[in-house]
């Protein structure tokens, strides 16, 4: 068969080597018998592209097919007693944890050893002895599993897990686990640092295969990954590291093959379709030691769980399987739940999802009905919550998309002069190929608005990430390959926003409990704020958690928490979010005693008022009293803001509350105060204003302004419209010249208004510190 079209980029131009006239359609239908499964597989010729994206290959043979049920690792031998299938992840904290899972050998129950359900890991640092006296010991838990071997045998195992807590920061260290008189080899690992900000991880997918040769190709492109990136912390496996999950014998050769190097690699894997059958305990479950818990319905259990490395939040989602059932639906809706929190609770710069299915792909399933709900379920929620990179798996093809935002390619982003990306919008999702032997082609039928690069080397791929304190790097490489193919940087200089400020809880005017806080005073970049409770005490949904958008013209917010247990304390976690970043979380007790703080302070010196958002129920200024001298006084507020005089108040001074009397109760609510002071306005007399209210078809003020001394900077008069007390509009002229009249006309009811009127030296921004440039005015009806 020859070999299929090429098409490259090169700028916007595109080259095409048409080997052939002809467009030729191949259809081909192997069925393997014994592997449950029919392959059907359409190729197709190379499509030329608009230029936009690059295809490295477009291959025209079919997808690999694999020999079946000839599984025969050798590190299995019946009566050894010794652990083989051994996998090392990250526990909790990658700066002092990490967790086994291994199997030994229970088939001849009689003839095993007294201790065969002892579950021992040994710990020492590196170029210690066993017997040291620093040596840390720590004892698991095990289980007897009847298992399948294949589809003619069955077997009988010890699953074996534990876990290793309370190592030191940046420290290497050995291992050795088993039985005592069965211990494994030693293997190694090393502790993530104190302040570990650089470091590299591998990424690989879909080393599925049908005998032992497809899992020794796996083995040697993960040896492969290893000599590019020796300082690999872990290996992030994004499913299907199988193809028959219910048969031990691939398990075996999965571990087996590469396990010289696993005894040294953290694994990080993802659940993948080929991986189950999906129920709450599966080989899956087994043979890896991941948190469990995260979601009520788990298909299997530790499928769904997150770690953090570096300024790293990694987040590992299932997919499930082909066809969901209602049980797979509703765990799928859970985890968008979970991953909610978890991105809430984060205060990690970088966001990384991994899962098995590929929303975006263009191999054999990428036209789809079920990836294609995928895409529609999921890429709202990756843009909700600025996840950065998506590793991805299933299809078999590699692909990387352009950074992707609402379903649209993000064409126009800031590429510096080494072609990193700067602080791109959206999100970048990859699928690199196949770690194995089974590979399928680029469907040049789908519609492709989404893959940047993509190739069909028809041979496996493996992938580095490099992090750095502001770069995410992923270099991608064909087997057999020095220099890697594809490669793209992410330069991100954002920084994290300030955190929520005048943080509260108490009952509104209709009874409810509810969060009231002040959005903080650098905040133009925030798009809104993550609520979670921080013990998981919501009810039956561990996993709740809230995002309020923010307003630009809003500083107090409120949140309404309904369903709550009043026999129950809740800590309540509020974090200010930015284009991707959370600030630090601050915490409120949930509290019903009192009716609840209003919000949003604002504090604007030049006018000298003091401004809130209303608690919900109370909603009229006569609701409230202020104060000025920090409490000792109270009185009747009459208007939102408040005016409280030209005078110097520390912050803390002034403060406004809902009134006992408007509330119906013995005591008043809490007290919002102000947190910036207010200070007497120096009046520098370079202006003179004069002006009265006109009557007539429409109201308005004619107001004269002239210079009476030297100033050459900016000044500006300010016109304040007033319902009584109440600022209600506000207008602002520049002053051009050294004598001017000024005509500001309403539409308002003539008998109800007054006007106000200011020279500053500024308008638009923030008032503190404004320069009044003339003694201000105020213009009534006569």
């Not at 270099?475 to 955190?499: C, L, N």
């Amino acid at each position: 068969m020859r070999e299929g079209n090429v098409v490259r980029r090169n700028e916007s131009k595109v080259m095409v080597s048409c080997l052939t006239g002809i467009l030729i359609v191949l259809t081909l239908t192997v069925a393997l018998w014994g592997t449950g499964f029919l392959l059907q597989h359409a190729a197709y010729g190379a499509k030329a592209t608009d230029g936009n994206e690059r295809v490295l290959r477009s291959a025209t043979e079919t997808s690999q097919v694999f020999e079946a049920g000839t599984n025969r690792s050798a590190t299995y031998r019946a009566g050894d007693y010794r652990p083989f299938a051994i996998a090392m992840s990250i526990h909790g904290s990658a700066k002092t944890g990490r967790s086994f899972a291994w199997y030994t050998d229970y088939n001849d129950q009689a003839a095993a050893p007294d201790d065969a359900m002892d579950s021992l890991v040994e710990v020492v640092e590196a170029g210690l002895a066993f017997d040291s006296k620093t040596k840390l010991r720590f004892s698991g838990q095990a289980r007897v599993l009847p298992v399948k071997l294949d589809n003619t045998q069955n077997a009988t195992f010890i699953g074996h897990k534990a876990i290793v807590e309370g190592l030191k920061p940046g420290t290497d260290y050995q291992y050795r686990l088993g039985s005592e008189g069965n211990w494994s080899e030693t293997g190694s690992f090393s502790t993530e640092g104190e302040d570990e900000s650089e470091y590299e991880f591998l990424y690989m997918t879909d080393s599925q295969g049908g005998n032992t040769n497809d899992y020794r190709v796996f083995a040697n492109t993960l040896r492969e990954g290893m000599k590019k990136f020796p300082a690999a912390r872990f290996l992030m496996m994004t499913g299907d590291q199988v193809d028959r999950g219910d048969w031990e014998s691939q398990w075996f050769d999965f571990f087996g093959e590469p396990q010289d190097v696993l005894m040294n690699l953290p694994i990080q894997a993802a659940v993948g379709n080929h991986d189950g059958p999906f129920r709450q305990e599966n080989s899956f479950f087994h043979h890896f030691n991941y948190p469990v818990g995260e979601i009520s319905n788990p298909l299997p259990d530790g499928a769904t769980y997150a770690f953090d490395y570096g300024d790293a939040r990694i987040m590992v989602l299932n997919t499930m399987d082909m066809g969901w059932n209602t049980d797979q639906r509703q765990a799928f809706d859970e985890q968008i739940e979970w991953l909610r929190k978890e991105v809430a609770q984060t205060d990690k710069k970088w966001k990384i999802v991994a899962a098995h299915k590929g929303i975006y792909s263009l191999g054999g399933h990428s036209d789809e009905d079920e990836i294609r709900e995928l895409r529609a379920l999921l890429f709202p929620v990756f843009d909700e919550l600025g996840i950065d990179m998506v590793l991805q798996g299933h299809d078999h093809s590699y692909v990387r998309t352009y950074q992707m935002y609402k379903d649209q390619a993000l064409k126009k982003i800031e590429i510096d002069e080494a072609g990193r990306a700067i602080d791109p919008d959206g999100t970048f999702y990859i699928i690199n190929n196949a770690s194995g032997t089974k590979f399928y082609d680029i469907n040049n039928n789908v519609l492709n608005y989404y893959g940047a690069v993509f190739d069909q080397p028809r041979k496996p791929v493996f992938s580095g990430i490099r992090m750095t304190g502001d770069s995410l790097t992923i270099d991608s490489y064909h087997a057999g390959e020095e220099e890697p193919f594809d490669s793209y940087t992410i330069v991100r200089k954002d920084i994290k926003p300030d955190p929520i400020v005048d943080g509260a809880s108490g009952r509104d005017g209709h009874g409810r409990t509810i969060l009231s806080w002040s959005a903080p005073d650098e905040g133009e970049d925030i798009r809104g704020f993550r609520i979670y409770e921080k013990n998981g005490k919501m009810g039956d949904n561990k996993n709740w958690s809230a995002y309020l958008p923010a307003s630009p013209d809003r500083k107090g917010y409120v949140y309404v928490l309904d369903g709550l247990n009043s026999d129950e304390m809740y800590t309540f976690v509020v974090r200010t979010v930015n284009k991707r970043n959370n600030s630090d979380g601050v915490s409120i007790e949930a509290s019903s005693e009192r009716i609840a703080a209003p919000g949003g302070s604002l504090v604007d010196d030049g006018f000298n008022t003091f401004g809130w958002t209303y608690v919900p129920g109370f909603e009229r200024p006569e609701d409230y009293e202020y104060t000025v001298d920090g409490g000792k006084r109270w009185q009747p507020v009459v208007a939102n803001p408040q005016a409280v005089g030209d005078s110097d108040y520390a912050a803390g001074d002034v403060r406004v509350r809902v009134k006992a009397e408007a509330a119906g109760e013995d005591q008043p609510g809490l007290a919002l105060a102000n947190r910036i002071a207010f200070t007497t306005n120096t009046v520098h007399r370079v202006y003179a204003l004069a002006g009265k209210m006109m009557t007539g078809e429409q109201p308005h003020v004619a107001v004269d302004v002239r210079r009476i001394a030297d100033y050459d900077g900016q000044a500006y008069l300010i016109v304040q419209l007033m319902n009584g007390n109440q600022p209600e509009l506000i207008n602002a002229v520049p002053i051009t010249k050294d004598q001017m009249q000024i005509n500001q006309y309403f539409n308002t009811d003539k008998d109800q208004y007054a006007v106000k009127v200011f020279v500053f030296d500024s308008f638009g921004g923030a008032r503190k510190g404004l320069i009044h440039l003339a003694e201000p005015i105020l213009l009534k009806h006569n």
